[in-house]
């Protein structure tokens, strides 16, 4: 029993029929198999022994056992089944991938098709005959083709966790010709952001401005629009309100412009909130006097600068009443040093009520001040010192065990066309200032372009 003219063909085919079948086998390169159920007794053609690296010869004397020492024992366990199920009559076919022992020492992949062909007068399984085809290239293929997808989803779940790790998104922002926008991807950090799922953008992103603060809509699109043309990076600062919370939001992305349109930006979107609130308390650091809460003299010299530039660009006039505690040596020396400061502090409270939103009061000097009064001319910046003096002769100052008075005198000058810096006004108002010390204190003086206080 070496070839394939087993006993089982002349029992079920015609002599020409056989023939031609094994034809058409031999031409898919099938190998073949016939078995006895009952008696084991078994046929293989030339191919069958072939796929393993055999000759027929070679695995003689063949038996069913040829096939139970070559196939890898866990699959013999799956074939058994499958047979064990076909037999009953549950599956109209027997189909099962098993590896065989190739004669080199490799594993084969083959693909094992059978069908059981008679039974015995009793109804017992008798005769099957079946195909080998040598799967393995395509096992191969396909395990490769597993392990790169596996490493893929290992690739992509790192990449998620490090994604859900940043303080905000990573994601990729289609814009396609018809003007219609989408997010392909974006990590689950875009609940945080944007109050949406990735699921819910994924094909149409304008749910994104329900989020973004309204006042910043045209400022995203024309930084996105800027980006589309130029091919630049899309860099933008915006707020987004999220859960009644605004949050400020730093966005950049790389345009990558496709053959068919589509402009599609990588990029992520970090939550600056807290760096913001920081720059802001640290702006404040910077520009505020930290005794008095007012501005400080850089400060108070800067927006002094601006409102200079804005009078020489035509900006209307101003004015500066800088004044001076009076005998303020003899508070700190009766009352100490702590009194004097809060006397410092209470002054700046004090009058800081009087003054409209838009006038700035700085500290300039230790217990100098300085007001600013942008659209202000030399009579209302004089009657404002005026009551400004009489508030502090009136008001009481609680010290720490007594009640005090003090008085201040004031210096008032108004912005002239032929100042060329911002801080000669300062100057004058300073002159005038001096005049009013000298004049006894406790008084209003202005500076009059005569260049004297009167
Ligand atoms: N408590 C306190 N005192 C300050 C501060 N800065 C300056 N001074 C004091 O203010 C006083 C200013 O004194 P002077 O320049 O002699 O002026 P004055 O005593 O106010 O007299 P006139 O300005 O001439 O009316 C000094 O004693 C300074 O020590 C401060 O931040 N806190």
Redesign the pocket.
Known sequence: MNDASGPADSAYLGQGEAARLRTILEGTRAGTWEWNVQTGETVFNERWAEIIGYTLDELKLISIKTWLTHTHPDDLVVSDQRLQAHFRGDTDYYECEARMRHKDGHWVWVRDYGRLVSRTPEGEPEWMSGTHIDISASRAYQEKLETLQAEQQRTIERLEKMASRIPGLVYQFEMRPDGSIRFPYASAGIARIYNVTPDQVREDATRIFDAIHPDDHAHVREAAEASRLSGEDWICEYRVIVDDEIRWVFGRARPDFRDDGRIVWYGSILDITAQKELEERLRQIAVTDE?TGSANRRQFMELLSREFFRYKRNGPGYAVILF??????????RFG?????L??KETTRVLQDELRASDTLGRV???EFAILLPDSDMDSARQLAERLRQTIARHRFEGTDATLQGTI?CGVAVADPDDDQSNTIMLRADKALYHG?SAG?NRVETFRSSGNAR
């Open positions: 005794l001076d505690f009076d005998w303020f040596k003899q508070v700190n020396d040093h702590n009194v004097g400061d006397v410092l000097g230790g217990e005198t010390k204190r």
